[in-house]
């Protein structure tokens, strides 16, 4: 028998090991939010009587039997400065399919994209992803490595838009960009040293599909990144200090970017 080629190995393993991942979901808006989405594979739910009350209705649908837990010694196995409210659920990640699924789903106006390049802070990703559910974006893409995983801090601070708007990892951010760029995409990355604002830069082509690309707070896009996407652009800023947390740029770049 013919010997499997490293990377087929490879690629089999991490499909092997994604299978046997969990999260643990913390929060009662998270665990709520978790319970009644169907396409959420549920493991464990740890509950207070206190949580077990006020997440009743949500607990009895979901069709999951409680652990009632001492809030002095909640089992759930969470980092001890998680703010959990008496409340934690072990769940699979979700999956949400190829990119192109993703990304040529049916929704409002024109499509529109955020793809992260090494943005790893889970707080600001769960920011990203509550304003991509506002604002109507069809998918937030970033790098499997070097990004935020689905964890219990990203699911609570996205508010429940983790289990409604798409969240996917790919391999190489680069080839990703390619590939939405071959379905009509404009990939438009955000730097501060760019000459064209988004708005400028979409002038007479706000039908068009649209990804926008924004790196980590520091190093910003990775050279190869910035090559791959079809512009650079900017947002405009007025104060002598013209810098804004990945997270909100996320939000202005992509309300800028909307059909008018």
Not at 34 to 42: V, W
Not at 91 to 107: E, T
């Given at each position: 028998?013919a010997?499997?080629?490293?990377?087929?190995?490879?690629?089999?393993q991490?499909?092997?090991a994604?299978?046997?991942?969990?999260?643990?979901?913390?929060?009662?808006?998270?665990?709520?939010?978790?319970?009644?989405?169907?396409?959420?594979?549920k493991?464990?739910l740890?509950v207070?009587?206190?949580a077990?009350d006020?997440l009743?209705?949500?607990?009895?649908?979901?069709?999951?039997?409680?652990?009632?837990?001492?809030?002095?010694?909640f089992?759930?196995?969470?980092?001890?400065n998680s703010?959990?409210?008496?409340?934690?659920?072990?769940?699979?990640?979700l999956?949400w399919?190829?990119?192109?699924?993703?990304?040529?789903?049916?929704g409002?106006?024109?499509?529109r994209?955020?793809?992260?390049?090494?943005v790893?802070?889970?707080h600001?990703v769960g920011?990203?992803?509550?304003?991509?559910?506002?604002?109507?974006?069809?998918?937030?893409?970033?790098?499997?490595?070097?990004?935020?995983p689905?964890?219990?801090?990203l699911?609570?601070?996205?508010?429940?838009?983790?289990?409604?708007?798409p969240y996917?990892?790919?391999?190489n951010l680069?080839?990703?960009?390619?590939?939405?760029?071959?379905?009509?995409?404009?990939?438009?990355?955000?730097?501060?040293?760019?000459?064209?604002?988004v708005?400028?830069?979409?002038?007479?082509?706000?039908?068009?599909?649209v990804?926008?690309?924004?790196?980590?707070?520091?190093?910003?896009?990775?050279?190869?990144?910035?090559e791959?996407?079809?512009?650079?652009?900017?947002?405009?800023?007025?104060?002598?200090?013209?810098?804004l947390n990945?997270?909100?740029a996320?939000?202005?770049?992509?309300?800028?970017?909307l059909?008018?």
């Amino acid at each position: 028998m013919a010997k499997k080629p490293r990377w087929v190995i490879e690629k089999e393993q991490a499909k092997r090991a994604a299978g046997d991942e969990t999260v643990w979901l913390f929060g009662l808006h998270a665990v709520r939010d978790a319970l009644g989405n169907p396409r959420r594979e549920k493991l464990r739910l740890v509950v207070t009587k206190n949580a077990a009350d006020k997440l009743a209705e949500a607990i009895e649908a979901a069709g999951i039997a409680p652990e009632i837990a001492d809030p002095r010694r909640f089992p759930a196995p969470l980092d001890p400065n998680s703010v959990h409210q008496g409340a934690a659920l072990e769940v699979r990640p979700l999956d949400w399919g190829s990119l192109a699924d993703v990304c040529l789903r049916d929704g409002p106006g024109a499509p529109r994209l955020l793809m992260l390049d090494r943005v790893t802070d889970p707080h600001n990703v769960g920011a990203i992803l509550r304003s991509a559910e506002v604002f109507g974006a069809r998918a937030v893409i970033a790098p499997r490595h070097h990004s935020a995983p689905e964890t219990g801090a990203l699911a609570k601070t996205a508010s429940g838009a983790l289990e409604r708007q798409p969240y996917l990892r790919v391999r190489n951010l680069a080839e990703a960009i390619a590939e939405v760029q071959a379905m009509g995409f404009l990939a438009l990355g955000l730097d501060g040293e760019a000459e064209a604002t988004v708005e400028t830069a979409l002038e007479g082509m706000r039908d068009r599909p649209v990804a926008l690309v924004l790196g980590a707070e520091g190093p910003g896009l990775r050279q190869k990144t910035r090559e791959t996407c079809d512009r650079l652009v900017k947002i405009p800023f007025f104060g002598a200090f013209g810098s804004l947390n990945v997270s909100n740029a996320a939000a202005v770049a992509l309300y800028a970017s909307l059909e008018r």
